[in-house]
């Protein structure tokens, strides 16, 4: 029987405000709320709330047999309840119906998976843990940042105990492979890779209402078609997008949300069958194993990360962000980390992009870099009051096992007294 | 495609950028194989380059019928002319322009400059027009800037041609609004009477149909280009503890250099190990020196006075920063020369190259905060010096002049195509 995944993603930054070199010691607050908040408003009045409802009739109406997951970033969540909370109620109605599954994904969309193992695990813990509180579900899978993957990636969030993970089905890494398949990590037997199919994928999400795409108009009986023409041995269909596809990136008027809605009708005609991530990974079994030495991604022709750290600016503004990760970690400063977590969102270093900067609000990649730097060499002062630049990462690194081995000594030690007292008592 | 060209200055003698679009333009326009180019300038020096082109000098033109003999012809024209050419020209001397000072040969003797009876030499310049217009083979006219406006404007009447003029500048940008009549006069007369009108950027372009009340149809834009430099490698950057921002042109009202003075005392409020340096001489320099003292900061900030030739070149070589915070700037051809040596380059979006260039820091004239965190930026950090000098490099290179030579071409064959 032939499986289709939907999965929507969901991701927004905090938008950083006009910040001059001359405020730099000066001013501490980063943020341009007034363009956040536009930009979230935007996104949940014109896409998220009209996609949810959409989703709940389809969930509704097919008797819960309709079923997809979303990853939504740990800022957009916060944005979310602060801005347009009857979005989060939204998504607790989803949650109620028990047909979608909700995605690990780390917390400030952040890159950290391809440059500090220990922040990616932070990251994903921190957003599972606002998706608990939030919504009451546990996350089984992992959607990483851009559906980042590789072998070292794999392994951590082997490691961390989560059993799906899902990447892009890039070509490179799949070579005459499909990505219509379960596969294992090839680090780790007990991890499964769920891939996109970026075809039937992009056909929505890009392709849906562009005239001079050969198969326009695209509706869902022809769409449904598609699925079925693909070989009957291939077990799954990852059909995955940004959720902004539905409604801002495809406007209403262009008939995209009935679209969306047809599709499980003229699927489950067909004997198709709706799956969530972790659904797919404990039904269907691995057909092979994937091999990914070099982090891929679903964005741009390569596939890579080229798009966020491909030129001289954003490698300059990465390793100065992440080289400090040791010494912010031992800080004390709740809104020091906060602050560290907020700009390590992918969306900044894409804004220094000279080729796509995406959604930007900046009028070159420079601009955004004189930015950022700013804001970042502010922050990195405040880091260096604390735990100044002299002394080096090795003896940090010996004083955060230090006391690590304290805490975990005061542990040991607590548990032989109770055991002590008990055993008196006795 | 045989284009009679008037402009007013030649390279190597030449007092602005207008010398150095012409050159650029007819060599770009040079390599269409079937393209002949005869470019008048008032005074040719006889060392420019004449391998692509034919230079015609109007102080050489006879404009008074004189009787002379060839001998003596020949030996008064030695080197800038052939005695035949001048009797030949001669037989195009239709009217009657005694009125005007000429010597034994009957030719005006040009300055070649911005003197001050500039509006009459304008006139002269007309009187050589039309002598050309009667004996010259072409097929289109092509006036550079307003000087030659009315030259051109002659030899259409004349030979029935059709004329394209060349705004690389209108008197709006040199006086920031503050128009001279005489010369909007004659740039407007220009600009009605020309079949086509080519501009060096948008801005002017904007210029020209809103306050020359030009049709959009009639106006085009063409960019200007940089000629690629032959010695580009044997411009060195010495290396120095402090860092060197630059501004380099006339210190006039146009270019803004207040701008540069108050984005440099910001700058020097919060750093240390930064320079700042002014290189050109024009009217507003006391008062630039005046306003560097007021902001304290004269210990940071040298001027250089007018450099020329090598020099300037030498000079954007070993700046770290070049900035053009111009007022009003039809097109700008010195950032694409900073680019060119690989300096990073700050350039106010009121200039017609920030349509063209993308490695090229763009403000608001008037935004010094901007201006200065960009200075910062760059002296400050490294990934943004090296990409606006790798890249802005490799962008500038890719602007040629063969490119705006074709789209003149186009303009050409349009025009020549609705005369018939």
Same mark, same amino acid.
């Given at each position: 029987?032939?499986?289709?995944?939907?999965?929507?993603?969901?991701?927004?930054?905090?938008?950083?405000?006009?910040?001059?070199?001359?405020?730099?010691?000066?001013?501490?607050?980063?943020?341009?709320?007034?363009?956040?908040?536009?930009?979230?408003?935007q996104?949940?009045?014109?896409?998220?709330l009209?996609?949810?409802?959409?989703?709940?009739?389809?969930?509704?109406?097919s008797?819960?047999?309709?079923?997809?997951?979303?990853?939504?970033?740990?800022?957009?969540?916060?944005?979310?309840?602060?801005?347009?909370?009857?979005?989060?109620?939204?998504?607790?109605?989803?949650?109620?119906?028990?047909?979608?599954?909700?995605?690990?994904?780390?917390?400030?969309?952040?890159?950290?998976?391809?440059?500090?193992?220990?922040?990616?695990?932070?990251?994903?813990?921190?957003?599972?843990?606002?998706?608990?509180?939030?919504?009451?579900?546990?996350?089984?899978?992992?959607?990483?940042?851009?559906?980042?993957?590789?072998?070292?990636?794999?392994?951590?969030?082997?490691?961390?105990?989560?059993k799906?993970?899902?990447?892009?089905?890039?070509?490179?890494?799949?070579?005459?492979?499909?990505?219509?398949?379960?596969?294992?990590?090839?680090?780790?037997?007990?991890?499964?890779?769920?891939?996109?199919?970026?075809?039937?994928?992009?056909?929505?999400?890009?392709?849906?209402?562009?005239?001079?795409?050969?198969?326009?108009?695209?509706?869902?009986?022809?769409?449904?078609?598609?699925?079925?023409?693909?070989?009957?041995?291939?077990?799954?269909?990852?059909?995955?997008?940004?959720?902004?596809?539905?409604?801002?990136?495809?406007?209403?008027?262009?008939?995209?949300?009935?679209?969306?809605?047809?599709?499980?009708?003229?699927?489950m005609?067909?004997?198709?069958?709706?799956?969530?991530?972790?659904?797919?990974?404990?039904?269907?079994?691995?057909?092979?194993?994937?091999?990914?030495?070099?982090?891929?991604?679903?964005?741009?022709?390569?596939?890579?990360?080229?798009?966020?750290?491909?030129?001289?600016?954003?490698?300059?503004?990465?390793?100065?962000?992440?080289?400090?990760?040791?010494?912010?970690?031992?800080?004390q400063?709740?809104?020091?980390?906060?602050?560290?977590?907020?700009?390590?969102?992918?969306?900044?270093?894409?804004?220094?992009n000279?080729?796509?900067?995406?959604?930007?609000?900046?009028?070159?990649?420079?601009?955004?870099?004189?930015?950022?730097?700013?804001?970042?060499?502010?922050?990195?002062?405040?880091?260096?009051?604390?735990?100044?630049?002299?002394?080096?990462?090795?003896?940090?690194?010996?004083?955060?096992?230090?006391?690590?081995?304290?805490?975990?000594?005061?542990?040991e030690?607590?548990?032989?007294?109770?055991?002590?007292?008990?055993?008196k008592?006795? | 495609?045989?284009?009679?060209?008037?402009?007013?200055?030649?390279?190597?003698?030449?007092?602005?950028?207008?010398?150095?679009?012409?050159?650029?333009?007819?060599?770009?326009?040079?390599?269409?194989?079937?393209?002949?180019? !005869?470019?008048?300038?008032?005074k040719?020096?006889?060392?420019?380059?004449?391998?692509?082109?034919?230079?015609?000098?109007?102080?050489?033109?006879?404009?008074?019928?004189?009787?002379?003999?060839?001998?003596?012809?020949?030996?008064?024209?030695a080197?800038?002319?052939?005695?035949d050419?001048?009797?030949?020209?001669?037989?195009?001397?239709?009217?009657?322009?005694?009125?005007?000072?000429?010597?034994?040969?009957?030719?005006?003797?040009?300055?070649?400059?911005?003197?001050?009876?500039?509006?009459?030499?304008?006139?002269?310049?007309?009187?050589?027009?039309?002598?050309?217009?009667?004996?010259?083979?072409?097929?289109?006219?092509?006036?550079?800037?307003?000087?030659?406006?009315?030259?051109?404007?002659?030899?259409?009447?004349?030979?029935?041609?059709?004329? *394209?003029?060349?705004?690389?500048a209108?008197?709006?940008?040199?006086?920031?609004?503050?128009?001279?009549?005489?010369?909007?006069a004659?740039?407007?007369?220009?600009?009605?009477?020309?079949?086509?009108?080519?501009?060096?950027?948008?801005?002017?372009?904007?210029?020209?149909?809103?306050?020359?009340?030009?049709?959009?149809?009639?106006?085009?834009?063409?960019?200007?280009?940089?000629?690629?430099?032959?010695?580009?490698?044997?411009?060195?950057?010495?290396?120095?503890?402090?860092?060197? *921002?630059?501004?380099?042109?006339?210190? !006039?009202?146009?270019?803004?250099?207040?701008?540069?003075?108050?984005?440099?005392?910001?700058?020097?409020?919060?750093?240390?190990?930064?320079?700042?340096?002014?290189?050109?001489?024009?009217?507003?320099?006391?008062?630039?020196?005046?306003?560097?003292?007021?902001?304290?900061?004269?210990?940071?900030?040298?001027?250089?006075?007018?450099?020329r030739?090598?020099?300037?070149?030498?000079m954007?070589?070993?700046?770290?920063?070049y900035i053009?915070?111009?007022?009003?700037?039809?097109?700008?051809?010195?950032?694409?020369?900073?680019?060119?040596?690989?300096?990073?380059?700050?350039?106010?979006?009121?200039?017609?190259?920030?349509?063209?260039?993308?490695?090229?820091?763009?403000?608001?004239?008037?935004?010094?905060?901007?201006?200065?965190?960009?200075i910062?930026?760059?002296?400050?950090?490294?990934?943004?010096?090296?990409?606006?000098?790798?890249?802005?490099?490799?962008?500038?290179?890719?602007?040629?002049?063969?490119?705006?030579?074709?789209?003149?071409?186009?303009?050409?064959?349009?025009?020549?195509?609705?005369?018939?």
């Open positions: 029987m032939r499986n289709l995944c939907f999965v929507f993603q969901l991701h927004a930054p905090y938008r950083l405000k006009r910040y001059r070199f001359f405020e730099i010691g000066q001013d501490h607050y980063y943020y341009d709320d007034f363009q956040t908040e536009d930009r979230i408003q996104l949940a009045e014109q896409s998220y009209p996609a949810n409802k959409t989703i709940l009739e389809m969930i509704k109406s008797n819960g047999k309709f079923r997809c997951a979303y990853a939504i970033s740990g800022i957009v969540l916060e944005l979310l309840e602060q801005y347009a909370p009857e979005v989060i109620d939204s998504f607790k109605e989803l949650a109620d119906t028990k047909a979608v599954e909700f995605l690990a994904t780390p917390f400030a969309y952040s890159l950290a998976a391809a440059y500090d193992q220990h922040e990616f695990e932070r990251q994903l813990r921190l957003q599972a843990e606002k998706v608990k509180t939030l919504f009451g579900v546990e996350t089984k899978a992992v959607w990483n940042t851009e559906l980042m993957y590789s072998d070292e990636i794999a392994d951590t969030v082997a490691k961390m105990g989560y799906t993970i899902l990447t892009e089905g890039a070509r490179h890494i799949l070579g005459w492979k499909s990505p219509n398949y379960v596969y294992n990590s090839s680090s780790s037997n007990k991890l499964k890779v769920l891939m996109r199919n970026p075809k039937l994928s992009d056909d929505i999400a890009f392709r849906f209402s562009d005239y001079s795409w050969k198969d326009y108009p695209l509706d869902a009986e022809k769409y449904v078609r598609w699925l079925s023409e693909i070989p009957e041995e291939e077990p799954i269909v990852n059909i995955w997008m940004g959720y902004e596809a539905l409604g801002i990136r495809q406007h209403p008027t262009t008939g995209i949300f009935d679209f969306i809605k047809a599709i499980p009708y003229f699927a005609e067909r004997g198709m069958n709706f799956v969530t991530p972790s659904e797919a990974t404990k039904k269907i079994a691995a057909a092979d194993s994937i091999v990914a030495p070099y982090p891929i991604s679903w964005s741009g022709e390569a596939k890579d990360l080229s798009a966020y750290n491909g030129n001289d600016l954003q490698q300059e503004a990465l390793g100065k962000l992440f080289a400090v990760s040791e010494r912010v970690n031992l800080c400063s709740v809104l020091l980390k906060r602050d560290w977590q907020i700009l390590q969102s992918d969306d900044h270093f894409l804004y220094m000279h080729i796509d900067a995406g959604w930007t609000n900046y009028e070159s990649a420079y601009e955004a870099f004189i930015n950022y730097m700013n804001v970042l060499a502010d922050f990195l002062q405040l880091v260096d009051e604390q735990y100044p630049t002299t002394i080096e990462n090795e003896e940090l690194n010996e004083l955060l096992k230090t006391i690590n081995n304290l805490e975990k000594e005061n542990a030690l607590e548990a032989e007294l109770k055991k002590a007292k008990r055993a008592k006795a | 495609m045989k284009a009679l060209m008037f402009g007013w200055e030649f390279p190597p003698h030449i007092l602005g950028g207008l010398g150095t679009a012409s050159y650029g333009l007819t060599r770009g326009m040079a390599q269409q194989p079937d393209m002949h180019i !005869t470019f008048v300038i008032p040719p020096w006889g060392d420019e380059d004449q391998s692509f082109l034919k230079i015609i000098g109007a102080c050489n033109v006879p404009v008074v019928w004189k009787e002379n003999d060839w001998n003596y012809v020949n030996s008064r024209l080197g800038r002319m052939s005695a050419e001048y009797f030949w020209l001669r037989d195009g001397i239709k009217y009657d322009f005694t009125r005007i000072g000429t010597d034994d040969l009957g030719c005006i003797n040009f300055s070649g400059r911005y003197p001050d009876n500039l509006v009459e030499e304008i006139g002269n310049y007309e009187a050589v027009a039309s002598v050309l217009a009667h004996q010259l083979d072409f097929d289109i006219i092509h006036s550079h800037d307003w000087l030659t406006y009315p030259a051109g404007v002659f030899a259409k009447h004349i030979s029935g041609k059709p004329l *394209v003029i060349h705004v690389h209108t008197d709006f940008d040199r006086s920031r609004g503050n128009v001279n009549p005489t010369i909007y004659i740039e407007r007369r220009g600009m009605d009477e020309a079949d086509h009108i080519i501009c060096v950027s948008n801005l002017t372009r904007r210029t020209v149909i809103e306050k020359y009340g030009q049709p959009e149809w009639k106006v085009s834009t063409v960019h200007n280009a940089v000629e690629p430099l032959a010695d580009v490698d044997s411009f060195t950057k010495t290396p120095r503890k402090d860092k060197v *921002v630059t501004f380099l042109g006339r210190i !006039t009202m146009q270019k803004g250099p207040e701008y540069f003075v108050e984005a440099a005392a910001r700058v020097l409020q919060k750093t240390d190990g930064v320079r700042f340096v002014m290189a050109g001489s024009g009217d507003k320099m006391n008062e630039m020196i005046d306003l560097v003292a007021k902001r304290g900061i004269a210990d940071k900030f040298h001027f250089t006075g007018f450099l030739g090598r020099q300037v070149q030498e954007l070589a070993e700046s770290d920063c053009m915070p111009s007022v009003s700037e039809p097109f700008g051809i010195s950032p694409l020369e900073a680019m060119q040596v690989g300096t990073p380059s700050i350039i106010s979006k009121q200039s017609g190259c920030a349509e063209i260039l993308q490695h090229a820091i763009k403000t608001d004239y008037w935004d010094i905060d901007a201006m200065a965190d960009a910062y930026a760059i002296v400050k950090y490294p990934a943004m010096y090296k990409s606006l000098r790798e890249l802005g490099r490799e962008e500038v290179n890719n602007i040629k002049w063969s490119d705006a030579g074709l789209k003149v071409r186009a303009i050409y064959d349009k025009v020549i195509a609705e005369r018939r």
